[in-house]
């Protein structure tokens, strides 16, 4: 007999990237070919997420990254053929791609850079005064003085 259970106890603390397992796996599932090119999901700090996807064989002028309503799509365009070119074995793919991530609340890409062949784009949560929690101070002559 199997028995099913739930992980989600286990999730209902963590907030924004603390659950990227869940954001990418529902992508993939989403997004067929979405596993090329391979990336990795880093965290730096409490506030701090890099994606680093490696775009061997492209250039800066290739790629494209969009934020769009809390969606960051990246996308490489495909290189044309060098006809001059007869390629005996192919095995580093420079086909075109796209890969979204969706971004939790408070999530801005602050930069990407393109370096040996991985694109890295840096994220920071970033809380707006607002939203932040604040402390209520209790002050009981506070009450008394306003009941008279």
């Known amino acids: 007999m199997s028995t099913a259970f739930s992980l989600a106890p286990l999730f209902r603390s963590s907030v924004g990237f603390d659950r990227f397992n869940d954001l990418f796996e529902s992508a993939l599932r989403n997004e067929p070919g979405s596993s090329y090119p391979p990336y990795n999901v880093e965290k730096h700090a409490d506030d701090q997420y890099r994606i680093v996807i490696a775009a061997a064989g492209f250039q800066e002028e290739d790629l494209e990254l969009q934020v769009e309503k ?31 991530f969706r971004l939790a609340d408070h999530i801005e890409v602050k930069a990407a850079g393109l370096s040996n062949g991985l694109l890295s784009i840096d994220l ?3 809380v707006p005064e607002e939203a932040k929690p604040k402390r209520i101070a209790i002050n009981g002559a506070q009450q008394q003085a306003l009941q008279h």
């Open 124 to 126: 920071l949560r970033v």
């Open 70 to 100: 809390g969606v960051l799509t990246v996308s490489g365009g495909k290189r044309d053929a060098n006809d001059s070119v007869t390629y005996l074995h192919q095995g580093i793919a420079q086909r075109a791609f796209k890969l979204s």
